[in-house]
């Protein structure tokens, strides 16, 4: 079974640590409870031996007494049956003893453990059971001298075999499984009180996943709605709700956005593919005409034939241009290459390039602009490219005896450019869809002069490019007048 949901998964994990905590806790409290009553039992019997030898003859003529020995030993085992009493020789070798035939297990003791203890060392201190041999034991013990020469030692094992029986009996009487009863309710009590906490902090996370998986189906589409108490929480869930929500907006803005420009792109290539069918279809036409008839038409006739077809190949060229150019400049890579230069040179070469069509339609061409040249921070490529489409849209509107301003005004940080022309003028209806791809001028503009009339459409996404934006004032009858700016140094 897949462990999938984060509860599940902190679940089991807070089981698994609570049984390692608890086993481990359990083993240590076994361990220190068992070293802590070893060593109370040595410290209170610490001196036992030594006592036992100063008041009892176990020497006699510089070697052991073992008559003695044998009538304390059996004192002994009577009156404390817990302990089991030794007589060693210097070497550790056990010379007498009280216990039964065949319980005795080892002949010789390990005197390191002894030394230990006689030189005080940290109790407790456990050394050789010869009945158990892989169970040490605690123990007291003294040296044996007599007129100051070693003879042995008297070594008594504090937990013997009765000792041992009693001691397993305690543990599994009612106090120790009492406490062992209470440390696993504890244990599971603290389980369940984890868990508890555990799925509060994740069903907010649950459901703001299951709010998150809603927004995805509907195509982020409508907002992230998040439960209000968890968004006006302070912790990080609710950080997290409220940052998922901003997100959420951020989403959704642009998907819409991104369906309106993909709408407008579909509207493009519908307008464009119309604009290109006209032309191509005529070029077509006159062409076939004039390669069927070759032989029967009039030389003045297939002249007019191939005129028209020159005609259209260039306004095909020109709506390509167009549109190229129109493409590029959309191109979230594309950006000005500014540089500061004065906008009235600018202005005056732009204005020679239209100053013969002018004089030819009898239209003036007029400017006003300050005495002090004027810097602008620009791509004078693009700038020169609006002015360019502008004038030549206000001389193609303006009629015979006409006027067209270019009016330059600096101010603070930017200048202002008008481009104000006498013409035709454009209605209300029309001009407040003047710069988007669907207006109807740009398809009347391209059907009547010959253009791809996208002219205007490139003039404002360049505006566009440079941190401004394009405008357009006009009255039917009396003229139009496109404005915009730009700045006067690189940002900061």
Wanted: proline fraction near 5%.
């Amino acid at each position: 079974m897949k462990l999938k949901s984060l509860y599940s998964r902190i679940a089991l994990t807070f089981a698994v640590l609570i049984l390692l905590f608890g086993g481990l806790c359990g083993a240590l409290d076994f361990f220190a409870a068992k070293r802590h009553q070893q060593e109370i039992v040595q410290r209170l019997s610490q001196d036992l031996a030594k006592h036992i030898a100063d008041h009892w003859p176990l020497v006699k003529a510089n070697n052991l007494d073992t008559a003695a020995i044998g009538e304390l030993f059996h004192m002994l085992m009577v009156v404390n049956p817990s302990i089991e009493v030794y007589l060693l020789d210097k070497d550790g070798v056990i010379k007498a003893h009280q216990a039964p035939p065949g319980r005795v297990q080892l002949t010789q003791v390990r005197l390191e453990p002894i030394r230990a203890f006689l030189a005080h060392q940290p109790l407790p201190l456990s050394g050789d059971n010869p009945r158990i041999p892989e169970q040490p034991s605690v123990f007291s013990a003294t040296a044996l001298q007599q007129d100051g020469i070693p003879v042995g030692f008297l070594y008594i094992i504090l937990t013997g075999d009765a000792y041992q029986q009693q001691a397993d009996q305690v543990w599994q009487g009612h106090v120790f499984q009492s406490a062992i009863w209470v440390g696993m309710g504890a244990l599971l009590l603290t389980l369940l009180v984890g868990l508890g906490v555990f799925a509060a902090i994740t069903r907010r996370l649950d459901a703001l996943t299951c709010t998150v998986a809603a927004f995805e189906e509907a195509d982020f589409v409508g907002g992230l709605h998040v439960c209000p108490k968890i968004t006006a929480s302070g912790d990080e869930i609710g950080v997290l709700s409220r940052t998922f929500e901003r997100m959420a907006e951020r989403i959704g803005n642009q998907m819409q956005l991104i369906k309106h420009q993909d709408e407008l792109r579909r509207e493009m290539i519908a307008d464009v593919s119309h604009d290109l069918r006209t032309p191509l279809t005529s070029l077509q036409g006159y062409l076939e005409t004039v390669l069927r008839k070759a032989d029967d038409l009039p030389l003045a006739e297939r002249q007019r034939y191939l005129s028209v077809a020159v005609r259209q190949s260039r306004r095909v060229n020109l709506l390509a241009g167009e549109l190229f150019e129109l493409a590029k400049l959309e191109c979230e890579a594309t950006s000005p290459n500014c540089e500061t230069f004065f906008i009235q040179e600018l202005a005056q070469d732009v204005l020679q390039k239209f100053q013969l069509a002018a004089e030819t339609k009898a239209v003036n061409i007029s400017v006003v602009w300050p005495e002090e040249l004027t810097p602008v921070f620009a791509d004078i490529a693009m700038i020169e490219r609006v002015l360019t489409n502008l004038l030549d849209n206000a001389l193609r509107h303006t009629p015979a005896n006409g006027s067209i301003t270019v009016t330059v005004k600096p101010g603070p940080d930017t200048v202002s450019l008008r481009i104000a022309d006498t013409g035709e003028g454009i209605s209300p209806q029309q001009l407040a869809g003047l710069f988007d791809r669907h207006s109807p001028l740009r398809q009347n503009a391209s059907k009547k002069h010959g253009g791809g009339g996208l002219g205007l459409l490139i003039c404002k996404r360049i505006v566009q490019l440079h941190g401004s934006g394009i405008t357009a004032d006009s009255q039917l009858g009396r003229g139009t007048a496109f404005s915009f700016s730009l700045p006067t140094r690189m940002p900061d």
